[in-house]
């Protein structure tokens, strides 16, 4: 079982920063691309940002390119999510899922954290 867990959840003001941490127990972490998804208050779960195994490679939702970079230690078996220029619709709880692939599809992922809440404040 691959288990997922998040943290550095909080309120900021917008123009703000976040980093979320996604730590995960599997012991072939790198061989799991991983992602972000999140979901505000009665809207659909959207993809955020994925990020190979290795690393090498990452995609991001249009209205997070420039903002946010996702990024992975796999040494410590760690995803980050560093969200900067935090705005307002960025506020939801926030999920990171491991899968085989890099995909903005969830049904792609089997596996994933509880999730963390980001409120970004006007």
């Known amino acids: 079982q691959v288990q997922l867990g998040e943290s550095g959840g909080g309120l900021v003001q917008a123009g703000g920063s976040l980093t979320l941490s996604c730590a995960a127990s599997?012991?072939?972490?790198?061989?799991?691309?991983m992602g972000w998804f999140r979901r505000a208050p009665g809207k659909e779960r959207e993809f955020v940002a994925a990020?190979?195994?290795?690393?090498?490679?990452?995609d991001y939702v249009d209205s997070v390119k420039g903002r946010f970079t996702i990024s992975r230690d796999n040494a410590k078996k760690v995803m980050y999510l560093q969200m900067n220029s935090l705005k307002p619709e960025d506020t939801a709880i926030y999920s990171c899922?491991?899968?085989?692939?890099?995909?903005?599809?969830?049904?792609?992922?089997?596996?994933w954290g509880q999730g963390t809440q980001v409120t970004v404040s006007s």
């Open positions: 899922a491991a899968g085989p692939y890099v995909s903005r599809e969830s049904r792609h992922y089997g596996y």
């Open positions: 599997e012991r072939t972490f790198s061989s799991y691309a």
């Open positions: 990020i190979s195994g290795s690393g090498r490679m990452a």
